[in-house]
């Protein structure tokens, strides 16, 4: 194989939410661990780098305004800064980067919901901002349902002083589109020629599902591309937590076609899986 595939990271909040109750704290909004309890933090970082993550996200990715300013004490800026300064610490020395992961806001922009572009503008660019200057390497935004707010994102990240590498990922539904009725093919129309280093998927769908729709980002542009699928479909367990279907070798042996996908560049996971996941995609890289 002479494409350079780099491996990514799994899941961050289902593993934040495993420790904190194996420790005794609180189920609370993950990005609060990384003031409240930055150790376990440190510590999924440090589990994805050992499984062989090559790339792994602070834990940024719903720390925004919207979101932050509901807790008292908190400032984005705080927050958003401290998840990347443990990520970079936890990794010192290993070689692996550091991305600032940003999700959708909670919110519908206009003409949908009540939210103006330029304020939401204004959120992504606070936490571009803080995230740049704590020294993350990427900007990952990820699990979007709207192309149009990933548009105004990318075009808050084009204002930072110095420039870093932006990847989009979407979340698709079974039918091929957004939940706002976004298709792969709008997606790669909008979003290509802003200058982003590469388009993708992530979350909603195990790689079964998935497959055809990364084939068909493949289908329309020479973008590298981002892939991170669920493993598998989620159900509730008696004692009221969600579980996925897929076991760790299984999930690898349904992505592996992924890998014939000749612009496939970054591969890990999303919701369901965890840094023995990540291990059986590096040894089927490798």
């Not at 548009?151 to 539904?173: K, N, Y």
Request: glycine share 10%; proline share 6%.
């Amino acid at each position: 194989m002479n494409k350079k595939i780099t491996i990514l990271d799994g899941a961050q909040g289902t593993r934040l939410w495993q420790l904190a109750a194996e420790q005794g704290f609180d189920r609370e909004p993950v990005w609060k661990y990384n003031i409240t309890h930055p150790e376990i933090v440190a510590q999924v970082c440090r589990e994805y780098a050992e499984a062989g993550s090559e790339i792994i996200c602070a834990n940024t990715f719903g720390a925004n305004r919207l979101s932050v300013e509901k807790e008292n004490g908190f400032t984005v800026p705080q927050v958003v800064e401290a998840a990347v300064g443990i990520a970079r610490d936890a990794l010192a020395g290993t070689g692996v980067q550091t991305a600032l992961d940003i999700g959708p806001l909670s919110v519908l922009m206009e003409p949908y919901g009540d939210l103006e572009e330029d304020e939401a503008e204004e959120i992504f660019a606070e936490m571009l901002a803080a995230g740049a200057s704590a020294g993350a390497e990427l900007i990952f935004f990820e699990t979007f349902l709207d192309m149009e707010m990933m548009r105004v994102g990318v075009q808050a990240a084009q204002t930072l002083p110095r420039a870093i590498p932006v990847v989009c990922s979407m979340s698709f539904e079974k039918s091929g589109r957004t939940m706002m009725g976004n298709s792969v093919e709008d997606v790669a129309e909008l979003l290509a020629p802003m200058g982003v280093a590469g388009l993708g998927m992530n979350c909603s769908l195990g790689p079964d599902l998935s497959l055809p729709m990364i084939r068909r980002f493949a289908d329309c542009t020479d973008l590298p591309l981002f892939f991170k699928p669920n493993a598998g479909m989620p159900s509730t367990a008696p004692d009221g937590t969600t579980v996925y279907d897929l076991g760790a070798e299984q999930f690898a042996a349904e992505v592996a076609p992924v890998l014939e996908i000749p612009n496939l560049r970054w591969l890990g996971g999303c919701c369901g899986t965890d840094a023995a996941y990540i291990r059986q995609l590096k040894a089927m890289v490798r």
